[in-house]
């Protein structure tokens, strides 16, 4: 079954699995020294999830977009960064809905395999931002090839791509019909752009480690050749893939999503134990409150220690259900009406009439 209503539960588990070899120390590791991480794409890549949308007669999956989103969202809710990678997963969609044979065959299998690394996207530029149609990066044909020369900005990944799925103009605006004709696709052999020194790729530092850059086309030679589908129609060969990327960042936002509520889950329990033992807020046993996981007090800190333990009681697994979470939020609420009672009460009478709020005795009657 491959339907809308799919789950993809093996996938998940299997996911899941792959993405327990590398915990919070190894991504937290990563951003420190602002690294790549290789060796968590080479397991992606070997076990095959970066060619699930590459049809089996290349060498890949041939699984639909929502299996993707559903790998994409696991690796998220793992802790793990599948921005890190999942170019490579969309970028070669538009090769296959708008390549010729030639090229399909040529690339998608290497691609397939991660022989070839087709992580970079240039389309954003300084002058342009989100508006594409008034992009400026140029590309003139002349014989069999075509020469390039412009600059892009915020191109992910290019640093770790062996190949480039580039947007340039070629045709110049003001003799287009139609603002959204007149630009091309174009695949560009990034390694040996750099040999030839006509790309130029600059790290640029972001408060995350993204692994993004400007990058820079002085005479690019490109062979005609490595023209994506028809010349001046490329904008539409573009907004294609932009889809794909789309469905899988929201994919990754949900399993984001998840990891920060399974988080703060973790520590509201941790802390709400901590305040139930030491006051001895609840009347029932502690066992009552056993989670299914055993927390010790090194997961506050960050460390997530975690002892595997069977709970005495069964509980909601569901963060805004659990008994625990909720008898935490009704204490410091009852903690917040006792400060404004106090505060009322030591307020002088020509004061009161100020006060925005008024908590009444409990029993008490307003008139």
């Given at each position: 079954?491959?339907?809308?209503?799919?789950?993809?539960?093996?996938?998940?588990?299997?996911v899941?699995a792959?993405?327990?070899?590398f915990?919070?120390?190894?991504?937290?590791e990563l951003?420190r020294d602002?690294?790549?991480p290789t060796?968590f794409v080479k397991?992606?890549?070997?076990?095959?999830?970066?060619?699930?949308?590459i049809?089996?007669?290349?060498?890949?999956?041939?699984?639909?977009?929502?299996?993707a989103?559903a790998?994409?969202?696991e690796?998220?809710a793992?802790g793990?960064?599948?921005?890190?990678?999942?170019?490579?997963?969309y970028?070669?969609?538009?090769?296959l809905?708008?390549?010729?044979p030639?090229q399909?065959?040529?690339y998608?299998?290497?691609?397939?395999?991660?022989?070839?690394r087709l992580?970079?996207?240039?389309?954003t530029e300084?002058?342009?931002?989100?508006?594409t149609?008034s992009?400026?990066t140029?590309a003139?044909?002349?014989?069999d090839?075509?020469?390039?020369?412009?600059?892009?900005i915020w191109?992910?990944r290019?640093?770790?791509?062996?190949?480039m799925?580039?947007?340039?103009?070629?045709?110049?605006?003001?003799?287009?019909?139609?603002?959204?004709?007149g630009?091309?696709?174009?695949l560009v052999?990034?390694r040996?752009?750099?040999?030839a020194g006509?790309?130029?790729i600059?790290?640029?530092?972001t408060?995350?480690n993204?692994?993004?850059?400007e990058?820079f086309?002085?005479?690019?030679?490109?062979?005609?050749e490595n023209?994506i589908?028809?010349?001046?129609?490329?904008?539409?060969?573009?907004?294609s893939g932009m889809?794909?990327?789309r469905?899988?960042i929201a994919s990754e936002?949900?399993?984001?999503?998840?990891w920060?509520?399974r988080?703060a889950?973790?520590?509201?329990?941790v802390?709400?134990?901590?305040r139930t033992?030491?006051k001895?807020r609840f009347?029932?046993?502690?066992?009552r409150?056993?989670s299914?996981r055993k927390?010790?007090?090194?997961?506050?800190l960050?460390k997530?220690?975690?002892?595997?333990t069977?709970?005495?009681e069964?509980?909601?697994?569901?963060?805004?259900?659990?008994?625990?979470?909720?008898?935490?939020v009704?204490?410091?609420r009852?903690?917040r009406?006792?400060?404004?009672?106090?505060m009322?009460r030591?307020?002088?009478?020509?004061?009161?009439?100020?006060?925005?709020?008024?908590?009444p005795?409990?029993?008490?009657?307003?008139k």
């Open positions: 079954m491959t339907g809308p209503q799919e789950n993809y539960a093996d996938i998940r588990e299997s899941r792959l993405c327990d070899r915990p919070g120390e190894y991504w937290r951003d602002r690294a790549y060796a397991a992606l890549t070997e076990a095959g999830y970066l060619a699930a949308l049809p089996e007669e290349f060498g890949g999956s041939g699984l639909p977009v929502s299996a989103a790998i994409m969202e690796i998220h793992a793990g960064n599948g921005a890190a990678c999942h170019a490579q997963m970028t070669m969609g538009t090769i809905r708008h390549g010729s030639a399909k065959e040529r998608l299998p290497k691609i397939a395999t991660g022989e070839l992580q970079a996207f240039g389309v300084p002058t342009s931002g989100t508006d149609l992009l400026r140029v003139r044909r002349g014989g090839e075509y020469v390039i020369n412009g600059q892009k191109t992910s290019a640093e770790h791509s062996d190949l799925l580039l947007l340039a103009r070629t045709t110049p605006k003001e003799e287009v019909k139609k603002r959204t004709d630009l091309s696709v174009f052999d990034m040996k752009a750099l040999e006509t790309l130029t600059k790290p640029i530092r408060v995350m993204h692994a993004t850059t990058v086309f002085d005479d690019l030679r490109v062979p005609a023209l589908g028809e010349e001046g129609k490329g904008f539409r060969y573009i907004l889809n794909t990327e469905i899988l936002c949900i399993g984001d999503a998840k920060f509520i988080k889950a973790d520590y509201a329990l802390f709400s134990r901590e033992f030491s001895l009347k029932s046993p502690p066992t409150f056993q299914p927390a010790s007090p090194d997961r506050v960050g997530l220690t975690v002892e595997p069977v709970p005495a069964p509980i909601c697994a569901s963060p805004f259900t659990n008994p625990v979470i909720i008898g935490l009704r204490g410091l009852r903690d009406i006792l400060s404004e009672r106090t009322l030591n307020s002088k009478p020509n004061e009161m009439s100020l006060m925005t709020t008024y908590i005795e409990e029993g008490s009657k307003i």
